[in-house]
């Protein structure tokens, strides 16, 4: 029943009474509670799934779930199936720290922080279907972790159908016809089907490793020494510094869990096409897969071990003049002279303890030492020296790379570093090439001559008498001559493009190691033998880095014709790369590859607070999974939490859970690592369409139905993290048919920080966390819901302001005021307000609403919708109220600010005797015609230039309009008699007069 308006002026805005009220009364109705399958469209908008900590939310946090449940609130309202679920990742280091801190089950906690965030949530009316809630931590959840963990273990990557297939066919082509149909790289091993079948039980599960998705084994992992737990590469940063923690990473040998994420990464990289995501995120995704297009080149010591390097330039082979090995390389130890074996055992210790992070980091000085051993480039049969350096891992490519220093920035400074051959392969597309002619060495004509023939010649500014020549390579030949007839003493150059060194006897081109020995050899005899120890330097290259004339041409990277390379040499540019791949191919010195930065994931963690692993290890050395019908492995109360002292995970410590007597009778000891809490957050979203399905992950129903999610929103810090984690999953789980698409998220979008007033990050040890509790108890969940939107673009980061809530506020009191006592103030007198201007701005609004909230531009929502609220008040004034085209613009206010502010319009809707609830009445829609202005303003230019404006009807046509800028005062003034070349119009937006 509608109140009386005096009653309604009397009654202030009061968020304390209406918040609790509405929030009880959409609770017990179970008003956002969401139904599966019916005949409306879908909607699956999902925030991260936080970690509950003790702090509980900031209003940082709420800058997330704020536009993410406006958002649904509209969706719900355009007549779609809405599902806007709410769960707690609650495994992980940060719960199971705090557990030890305060010594509480990690369980009672998670349930603690939870009830707290969720109380919180509710606070600020967020929208959340709470019967689908989910905790990661619990057995009914975790279950499925284990399950989709045991379809990793039990599948392997087909190459060559591009998909998952389970292990059993694998072993099925193994006792065929062995490896040889797999097209494995060259740096995999190949078997025979009677190798095979000649392994024992052990052996082929150790051959079985290198292929399954899910598999253990020992590497060089990053051990974190404050949480005392192994770590992915993921979470430590550029310093080397744990990503939780903040403590230096250590390096550590341990057998670890991983899953093969590298089998999907060409999936991964393209897969991204097919997503709307923000472009930071999917660069920051290629460029962590790192793809790259190459070959695999056979290398082979001199004592006839291979060496498999992987090259993105096959077209430089014939410039390999060193190789590098990475520290661990298994040949490193055999391939060590006697000579040479205490310093490369010393910096092999050394590069042990450094993390990844820090060993290939742009700013670190590139080292490295030499093994004393040679291999042979399979190209040409140069010998050529093997380094090791710490920049190359073990764990990227083959851990071994060519260096053709000539043409890779990397490559030619470790080669000047080490004295090591230059030898350029590829011609200079530009063809441009420099000489020096030092002073006192050539004929006193050599300068006219030079200048006669057309080239470049300048005075060296530092030394008298020298000469700076520029040229083209297809200048060299003659170049060179010309100068070798009149050069008496000492030598010059052509480098660049050319590449000739030149003396008074003879001219060599620099063509090879050996022309480098030879031309190095040449310039060290021209030396006095007093100055030979002084000025010799052990390479060509090095003398021609000293000259600085040449040094922007001594170095190149790009692609270019081959040069001194064989067969190859001369090869067009554009395709010398495949057709080398072709030549190796052919000659079985290697073959095409795509290669990855990205690294398998890492997902063994030596805690107590994770999901368990589902595998018993049998004395023997087997590993023996569980069964489905075994699920879920729940984790053991235990009274200590604390990490142990050998870095085993505390389920070690508990016998009665660790040992086990398997079925056939044989003693077996359950994994004791469990894992990352990523492993938990790469499927929740699937676990939302039917949170508690005993029986599976969810039916295919529920997940044909609500998947992908349609929009996704959280920070941008998981870019390679979760996000990565749950596509990789989420493909596995299409491969082996539960799911019916490819990628998980459809849209995702980025919030930006909200920072302390002081301009800080909030944090509680700085005393500057802002809650949403305070803000709520001074001015209202809809004000602090309104300010979260205003605050700012939604992915930037913006501190906070004391005074912006307020305004908030102030905006509502009014929308209060206007809605429900619109004459109850007085207004201003003789405004001109027609009912026409009225219809034209609600469905203008109703227009920008709509797209502003599609676009995430909350922050221009708010405005439009303080805009709307301010015309009403002037509508007021005009004397519309009471018109029909009052009571549907003050309707239109409420709907479109329903979503961001749901309490009071709610509480509005009612005071007006509508029915319940304004949150499931249809979305206003806009009537193109009545949004359409009568009337526009038009610029009025000359020579470009603002002068004047005119509003115009909104069909004015050109001529006329610019018969009226012709006519106008200002514009007349300036035209002052000069000459009127054109009139440039743009009907509707302006006339440019352009005079001389």
Not at 234 to 249: I, P, Y
Not at 406 to 417: G, L, N, S, W
Request: aromatic share 10%.
């Amino acid at each position: 029943m509608e109140r009386s308006e005096q009653a309604d002026t009397r009654e202030r805005y009061d968020p304390a009474t209406i918040e609790p009220k509405w929030q009880q009364r959409w609770a017990a109705d179970q008003l956002y509670q969401t139904t599966t399958g019916d005949d409306r469209p879908k909607y699956f908008v999902l925030d991260f799934y936080p970690y509950p900590s003790g702090d509980g939310l900031s209003v940082g946090h709420c800058r997330n779930y704020v536009p993410t449940d406006v958002l649904a609130r509209y969706y719900r309202m355009k007549g779609y199936n809405v599902l806007h679920p709410m769960g707690w990742d609650a495994f992980g280091l940060p719960a199971e720290n705090a557990a030890i801190k305060l010594k509480t089950n990690p369980a009672q906690l998670i349930r603690r922080f939870a009830a707290n965030y969720k109380r919180q949530m509710n606070l600020i009316g967020v929208s959340y279907d709470w019967e689908r809630e989910i905790n990661s931590s619990t057995p009914e959840y975790y279950h499925w972790t284990q399950w989709i963990f045991l379809q990793l273990y039990t599948a392997w990557y087909d190459q060559r159908e591009d998909r998952a297939r389970p292990i059993t066919d694998l072993i099925a082509e193994l006792e065929q016809h062995g490896s040889t149909r797999l097209h494995l790289p060259l740096s995999e091993t190949r078997i025979t089907a009677a190798q095979w079948r000649s392994m024992d039980h052990l052996a082929q599960q150790q051959f079985l490793t290198r292929f399954r998705l899910a598999y253990r084994g020992e590497a060089t992992v990053n051990w974190d020494p404050v949480d005392k737990t192994v770590i992915a590469n993921e979470e430590v940063d550029a310093e080397g510094r744990a990503w939780r923690s903040g403590a230096l990473v250590e390096r550590k040998v341990l057998k670890q869990w991983f899953f093969r994420i590298t089998a999907y990464a060409e999936r991964l990289y393209a897969d991204l096409d097919e997503v709307d995501w923000p472009n930071k995120i999917t660069v920051m995704q290629r460029n962590w897969i790192g793809r790259s297009e190459g070959a695999e080149v056979v290398f082979h010591t001199e004592q006839g071990d291979p060496i498999i390097v992987f090259t993105t330039r096959p077209d430089t082979l014939w410039g390999a003049t060193f190789m590098v090995l990475a520290p661990e390389h298994p040949l490193v130890a055999s391939i060590t002279s006697d000579a040479q074996r205490t310093p490369v055992e010393a910096y092999v210790a050394q590069a042990r303890t450094q993390t990844a992070a820090a060993r290939t980091g742009d700013e670190k000085e590139k080292t490295g030492v030499f093994t004393g051993g040679f291999a042979l480039n399979p190209v040409n049969g140069e010998r050529i020296p093997i380094w090791i350096a710490d920049y190359v891992l073990m764990d990227y490519g083959t851990g071994a790379i060519m260096a053709v220093p000539a043409h890779d920035e990397r490559d030619f400074a470790f080669a000047q570093q080490y004295a090591l051959p230059i030898i350029p392969v590829i011609a200079r597309p530009d063809d441009r090439a420099k000489s020096y002619i030092a002073p006192d060495t050539y004929a006193a004509d050599l300068p006219a001559k030079l200048a006669a023939a057309g080239y470049v010649v300048q005075p060296d500014l530092d030394h008298a008498g020298g000469l700076w020549i520029t040229l083209s390579g297809a200048q060299a030949a003659a170049y060179a001559e010309l100068v070798h007839e009149h050069l008496h003493s000492g030598w010059s150059d052509v480098v660049g493009a050319g590449w000739l060194a030149i003396f008074p006897e003879e001219i060599m081109p620099f063509d090879s190691v050996a022309a480098d020995q030879r031309i190095t050899q040449r310039i060290t005899l021209s030396f006095p033998e007093d100055q030979v120890e002084e000025r010799a330097q052990p390479t060509y290259m090095r003398y021609l880095a000293a000259i600085p004339f040449y040094q922007d041409v001594i170095y190149h990277a790009e692609y270019g014709v081959p040069i001194n390379s064989g067969v190859m040499s001369g090869h067009a540019a554009e395709t010398a790369k495949p057709a080398t791949i072709d030549w190796l191919e052919q000659q079985g010195y290697g073959q095409r590859r795509l290669n990855y930065k990205l690294r398998d994931w890492l997902i063994s963690r030596q805690r107590y607070w994770g999901t368990p692993f589902p595998i018993i290890h049998t004395s023997d050395g087997l590993e023996v999974p569980l069964t489905a019908a075994q699920l879920p492995l729940t984790l053991p109360d235990v009274e200590s939490y604390e990490p142990t002292a050998t870095g085993e995970s505390p389920l070690a410590t508990i016998p009665d859970w660790v040992n086990v007597t398997l079925p056939d009778g044989r003693q077996g000891r359950r994994e004791t690592d469990t894992m990352g809490t990523f492993a938990c957050s790469s499927w929740y979203f699937l676990r939302f369409t039917d949170p508690h399905n005993p029986d599976q992950i969810a039916t295919s129903e529920a997940l044909r139905y609500w998947l992908p999610v349609d929009m996704y929103v959280g920070g941008a810090e998981h870019a390679v993290m979760h996000l990565l984690y749950a596509r990789f999953w989420t493909k596995l789980l299409y491969d082996i048919g539960v799911v019916t698409f490819r990628e998980p998220f459809t849209r995702l979008r980025n919030q930006g920080l909200i920072l302390a007033d002081d301009g800080r990050k909030m944090s509680k040890s700085l005393g500057n966390v802002i809650t949403p509790d305070a803000i709520v108890a001074e001015h209202g969940a809809d004000a602090l819901r309104g300010y979260e939107c205003f605050i700012s673009d939604f992915e930037l980061a913006v501190p906070w302001s004391e005074t912006g809530v307020p305004g908030v506020r102030r905006w509502l009191d009014r929308v209060w005021r206007i809605a429900l006592a619109p004459a109850a103030e007085r207004g201003q007198s003789g405004v001109q307000f027609s009912e026409r201007e009225l219809q034209r701005i609600t469905h203008q609004t109703i227009q920008k609403i709509e797209s502003d909230i599609l676009d995430f531009k909350f922050n221009t929502m708010i405005a439009a919708l303080m805009e709307f609220t301010n015309a009403l008040y002037r509508a007021r004034d005009a004397g519309l109220v009471g018109t029909p085209t009052w009571a549907a613009a003050i309707e239109t206010l409420l709907l479109l600010t329903a979503p961001v502010a749901p309490h009071i319009t709610e509480e509005i809707w009612q005071r007006m005797g509508r029915e319940y609830s304004i949150h499931q009445q249809a979305w206003p829609i806009a009537d193109a015609a009545l949004a359409a202005a009568e009337e526009v303003e038009v610029v009025l230019q000359v020579n470009g230039k603002l002068r004047d404006k005119l509003t115009v009807a909104v069909e004015t046509d050109a001529a006329t309009l610019e018969q009226l800028a012709l006519a106008n005062e200002k514009v007349q003034s300036q035209i002052n008699g000069k000459q009127v070349q054109r009139v440039i119009v743009v009907p509707g937006k302006l006339v440019n007069v352009v005079v001389q």
